[in-house]
């Protein structure tokens, strides 16, 4: 038989086997990966028969992408939080029993160099915002304290904003902190209560999700990492109950366990908010405590 004879004539019942069958046997994982994408975007391509007009729009948007990001801006990063494939990931990389603190995506405002602040002290460098006071444990799941523990925390400010988008409207570390639970596993500090925002749109994404009628929201909330040596990081989110947009949330980080309620109080005698949180930490399997 000529070698004519045994290539799979490429159409479109084919496309998928004609594109597979150059791998020869895909045992490497990216071989794999790669042949179940295209698989999927011939399938696309079959279900809406787009033409050639409209395929090149989906490629002219590609590269606009790419143009857009750089080592400020990362529209890829952008584009994989907003269709849910970040959380997703982090989902299936990071399943832990019922009672310990879910993880969800860090998101792209967090700072390696966080400064370390003494308990009780505010992380609101420009008093900017209704005062709000955090209260919260470090615990194993058996209710004993985690004292080794660091907890790190981030979130935007009364109007919406991080720190590091606004470099010459706000101090240095505004709304930054890293604090260690007493011998209680306890710890408390004060900051303002954040605002909810939504995520950039003046970009390619943003302009797509946009023009799809798609939810650029994110509801109020506070960041967290939560690291002790011997167990997993927790990297999480704590929502303000009150925020409507919770069922919107852009990044797919809401779940019922990180909402939780802004109570009103009074701190040094003015109107505040105060919120108590839970972080649960498990034993870190082999790999898995960072």
């Known amino acids: 038989m000529s070698r004519a004879a045994e290539l799979i004539t490429f159409d479109e019942a ?36 787009p033409s050639q007009e409209q395929w090149r729009k989906v490629l002219d948007f590609l590269t606009e992408v790419g143009h857009a990001s750089d ?14 494939a970040s959380a997703l990931v982090e989902e299936i990389n990071s399943r832990r029993p019922s009672g310990a603190t879910p993880n969800t995506i860090r998101g792209p405002f967090f700072r390696t160099d966080t400064p370390e602040r003494a308990l009780g002290s505010s992380i609101s460098l420009d008093g900017a ?5 955090v209260e919260g444990r470090v615990e194993d799941l058996d209710g004993l304290p985690i004292t080794t523990a660091e907890i790190i925390t981030w979130q ?5 904003y991080y720190e590091n ?3 010459d409207l706000q101090p240095e570390f505004n709304l930054r902190g890293l ?49 002790a040596p011997g167990f997993e990081t ?3 989110h704590i929502y303000d109950a009150d925020d409507p947009r919770l069922g919107e949330d852009a990044l797919f980080g809401v779940r019922p366990e990180l909402v939780h309620s802004f109570e009103q109080t009074l701190i040094d005698g003015k109107p505040a908010s105060r919120v108590n949180i ?5 034993r870190a399997r082999p790999g898995r405590s960072k």
């Open 278 to 282: 839970r972080f649960v930490m498990i």
């Open 14 to 49: 084919t496309s998928s086997e004609a594109f597979t069958s150059r791998f020869g046997t895909p045992d490497d994982a990216t071989a794999r990966l790669l042949s179940a994408v295209v698989c999927h975007v011939h399938e696309l391509i079959k279900e809406f028969r």
């Open 129 to 133: 915002g209704l005062p709000l006071l």
């Open 71 to 84: 080592e400020r801006r990362q529209e890829w990063v952008l584009f994989s939080d907003l269709v849910g």
């Open 234 to 236: 927790i990297t999480t």
């Open 165 to 167: 988008q606004q470099p």
């Open 156 to 160: 935007a400010n009364a109007e919406g």
């Open 179 to 227: 604090f260690r639970p007493d011998q209680g596993g306890k710890f408390h500090y004060r900051t303002v209560r954040p605002a909810g925002y939504g995520v950039p749109g003046d970009g390619p994404v943003g302009r797509l999700f946009a023009q799809a009628g798609y939810p650029l929201h994110r509801p109020a909330h506070l960041h967290f990492v939560v690291r």
